[in-house]
């Protein structure tokens, strides 16, 4: 399954894939994920709430699970190892790309991120429906973990020895040079020694669609990811991480791995060096 359809493509299809709402909002968005979806959702959607399909014994937010939590979690939403899946969010394309990683982490390829998001859907006009999510038919689903998608903080501190792998963080320009602080409190301001940036924004159009894939080449090209070279996402939280891999993988650039703890895990040790 191609990482990345259309609403046209899932109008069509709607019938024979899953969907999920799998929206999250920074601490400084005072919006509610489930009230909205509740209030408006592509018919027949599910919520996929990454806050809880996640690891609840460490304070990091939404971290990766163990491959039996996911699989059991996963299951009870109603999917199994031969559904194909669709994630969008409420932004447009801001979050789903991480339900769509952690699928493929856990060795599940049927998965896809809608371009656009609900604002696109909502834009055209489409169908919507209100009220929770439908009951779901409980499914077995098998994990996998791809371990080679994921690194921990370890791996970039040797990272920062070796310099074998390209860090590209997701946030902001104005996150990653310090010049306006973190939203989440007591994190410092700056970026991983020797890491590039690529904000979000800029592999998006205004309508939070990807850009053409060319585009996306020559985007990476500029700051160092061709395709020979290995690569590592980074953000806030490892949430906009995954749109980067996403306009890899959907430009045909191989998506490399996500550093999960990302800059909240960075930002907030003493024992971590930090550039500005």
Same mark, same amino acid.
């Given at each position: ?27 400084? &968005? +005072? ?11 592509? +018919? ?24 039996? #939590?996911?699989? #059991? ?42 371009? *656009? ?26 994990? &996998? ?6 690194? *921990? ?17 997701? #946030? ?8 306006? +602080? ?6 410092? *301001?700056?970026?991983? +020694?020797?890491a590039v940036n690529l904000p ?61 703890g990302s800059w909240t895990e960075?930002?907030? #040790? ?7």
């Open positions: 399954m191609k990482p990345l359809v259309s609403t046209q493509w899932l109008a069509d299809n709607l019938g024979e894939v899953l969907v999920f709402d799998c929206t999250k909002y920074l601490p400084n &968005e +005072p919006r509610d994920a489930h009230a909205e979806f509740a209030a408006a959702h592509i +018919p027949g959607a599910g919520f996929f709430d990454i806050d809880a399909i996640a690891d609840m014994d460490t304070d990091l937010p939404h971290m990766v699970p163990a491959a039996g #939590r996911f699989a #059991r979690m996963v299951g009870d939403l109603g999917v199994s190892n031969a559904h194909r899946v669709v994630f969008y969010d409420q932004k447009g394309l801001f979050s789903a790309a991480r339900g769509w990683w952690m699928m493929g982490l856990f060795g599940h390829d049927k998965a896809a991120v809608l371009d *656009g998001g609900l604002p696109k859907w909502i834009a055209e006009g489409r169908m919507l429906e209100a009220g929770p999510a439908r009951h779901a038919k409980p499914a077995t689903f098998h994990a &996998e973990l791809r371990a080679t998608r994921l690194r *921990g903080i370890a791996d970039i501190r040797d990272n920062l020895t070796s310099k074998a792998e390209l860090v590209i963080d997701a #946030r902001a320009a104005a996150r990653f040079n310090a010049s306006v +602080p973190e939203p989440r409190p007591g994190i410092r *301001g700056g970026h991983v +020694p020797g979000i924004s800029e592999v998006m159009g205004a309508d939070q669609t990807l850009l053409s894939k060319d585009t996306l080449r020559k985007k990476f090209a500029d700051i160092g990811a061709d395709g020979s070279s290995r690569v590592i996402t980074s953000c806030g939280s490892g949430i906009t991480a995954t749109v980067l891999t996403l306009a890899m993988a959907h430009a045909g650039l191989p998506q490399g791995a996500v550093y999960d960075w930002g907030s #040790r003493t024992d971590t060096p930090v550039e500005v």
